[in-house]
């Protein structure tokens, strides 16, 4: 069975420092895909970052970077330089099938301060 | 941009009550799916369809159903509606295993 494991219920995290939100995946596909994606308070589902399993560079977005070492199983989102508007639910997910049916971690959800 | 909307933000029905939850894609996309979300739980897949008429159960379907006449449309169906599902449900839609769309949700509650 396939896992997701995000183990930061919580964090705070001054403006414009980098934060780091941890994810640990369990499967034994060989193929599958890493997303990250962001909930507001609004409660919309914004997708941020993708890493494939085969890629074998970092994926990066802007101010957002995943973290790929797929010999720990990990897939960590660092977004740099944070801003009051990232203070959201972080979720971590992963796919393992052609469609795309996602498995998602707890989630993390960050505050930034001032 | 694509648009995923959902046909209501809040609802609040009686247990025993037959329940319709419609979402709605403007781009075309193939696969669309049910999931919900629960604190602690992170979002679980209910339903997910790659085809009209197409439908496959995911990770929590019981109590469940959907519908998807229209390549456009999914429905989620909680055929006699019970305290336990209330929660946040989101539809979403994605094009091949690409990222998933989501709509902004529907905050069920059963009383």
């Known amino acids: 069975a396939q896992k997701i494991t995000q183990t930061q219920p919580g964090m705070f995290v001054q403006e414009k420092e980098a934060v780091t939100l941890d994810c640990t995946y369990d499967?034994?596909?060989?193929?599958?895909?890493l997303f990250w994606y962001k909930q507001p308070s609004s409660g919309e589902m914004i997708f941020l970052i993708y890493q494939g399993s085969y890629d074998e560079q970092n994926a990066t977005e802007g101010r957002y970077s995943l973290n790929f070492q797929k010999a720990r199983k990990s897939a960590n989102l660092v977004i740099s330089a944070s801003q009051l508007g990232d203070s959201a639910m972080y979720f971590c997910a992963m796919s393992t099938d052609s469609w795309g049916k996602l498995q998602f971690g707890a989630g993390t959800q960050v505050v930034v301060t001032p | 941009d694509v648009k995923v909307t959902q046909s209501s933000r809040y609802l609040v029905k009686r247990t025993g009550e037959k329940v319709f939850l419609e979402c709605v894609q403007d781009m075309d996309h193939e696969n669309m799916f049910w999931y919900r979300q629960d604190p602690g739980l992170g979002l679980r897949l209910i339903y997910f369809s790659y085809d009209v008429k197409m439908k496959e159960k995911g990770d929590i379907p019981e109590g469940y159903s959907v519908s998807r006449e229209k390549k456009e449309r999914f429905s989620l169906i909680l055929e006699s509606a019970s305290t336990n599902q209330t929660s946040m449900y989101l539809c979403?839609?994605?094009?091949?295993?690409?990222?998933?769309?989501f709509g902004p949700g529907t905050r069920l509650t059963v009383l």
């Open positions: 979403a839609s994605s094009l091949s295993g690409d990222e998933q769309f």
């Open positions: 499967t034994s596909d060989q193929s599958y895909g």
